[in-house]
């Protein structure tokens, strides 16, 4: 069945950089659009970015545009997403998601906690 | 953006009892392949979204037929028709028509 486990979060400082990964098992990984999706404690869920199998078509949210980057390795099964200039309001669970269409979402991974504090 | 608006955002419920939530957007959630990619999800305490419902009224593998959605354009709805105890947690709607892809404030269902 679908798999997808994140790793890579933590507390880093306001100003510093993190690099979220996503192992995927289950369907043909580079066939399928990946995405992060984040939610802040006590908060709702936003959309961050995705990337198509090819990596050719991404997009991100206005929050994150500029300061992150998504990318993929079709060969290791793995999503990625770098985080730079990190602040404060970026502190939340980050999800990797995917599904055979990315619109709809259907599968989640854990989440991974992401903590930006001085 | 999309703005998606839920109401209610609690929802006291009784067992056995019927339960209904709205999912409105500030536009149009037809993309240009004619489909609607409105989505509902179930938060319970402590775990990760799962979809119940995708493009307005396709109920999932596994979901209990109790959960049925609904709607078109811009108003769509999701209705228990029995509320079960398991059904506690927060229900959300997303949009994956125009990019951002946006999620509703979620409603907190509580018995």
């Known amino acids: 069945q679908v798999q997808l486990v994140e790793s890579g979060g933590g507390l880093v400082k306001p100003g510093g950089c993190l690099r979220l990964s996503c192992a995927a098992s289950g369907f043909p990984f580079s066939d399928y659009y990946m995405g992060w999706i984040r939610q802040a404690p006590g908060r709702g869920l936003e959309w961050l970015s995705y990337?198509?199998?090819?990596?050719?078509?991404?997009n991100y949210a206005d929050s994150v545009k500029g300061r992150f980057t998504i990318s993929r390795d079709n060969a290791k099964n793995s999503l990625y997403l770098q985080m730079n200039s990190l602040r404060a309001e970026d502190t939340a669970v980050y999800y990797c998601a995917t599904g055979p269409e990315i619109r709809n979402v259907d599968y989640w991974g854990q989440g991974t906690l992401v903590t930006v504090s001085s | 953006d999309a703005v998606m608006t839920q109401s209610p955002l609690s929802l006291p419920v009784t067992l056995g009892q019927p339960a209904s939530i709205s999912c409105r957007s500030s536009?149009?959630?037809?993309?240009?392949?004619?489909?609607?990619?409105l989505n509902w999800f179930q938060q319970r305490p402590g775990q990760s979204p799962r979809r119940l419902i995708y493009m307005v009224s396709n109920r999932d593998s596994g979901v209990p037929d109790r959960f049925s959605g609904s709607g078109s354009g811009t108003d769509f709805t999701l209705k228990i028709s029995s509320v079960e105890a398991e059904d506690v947690g927060i229900y959300y709607c997303m949009q994956g028509t125009p990019w951002p892809w946006t999620f509703g404030q979620g409603t907190k269902v509580e018995i």
């Open positions: 990337i198509s199998g090819s990596s050719v078509d991404t």
């Open positions: 536009q149009s959630l037809v993309y240009s392949d004619g489909k609607t990619y």
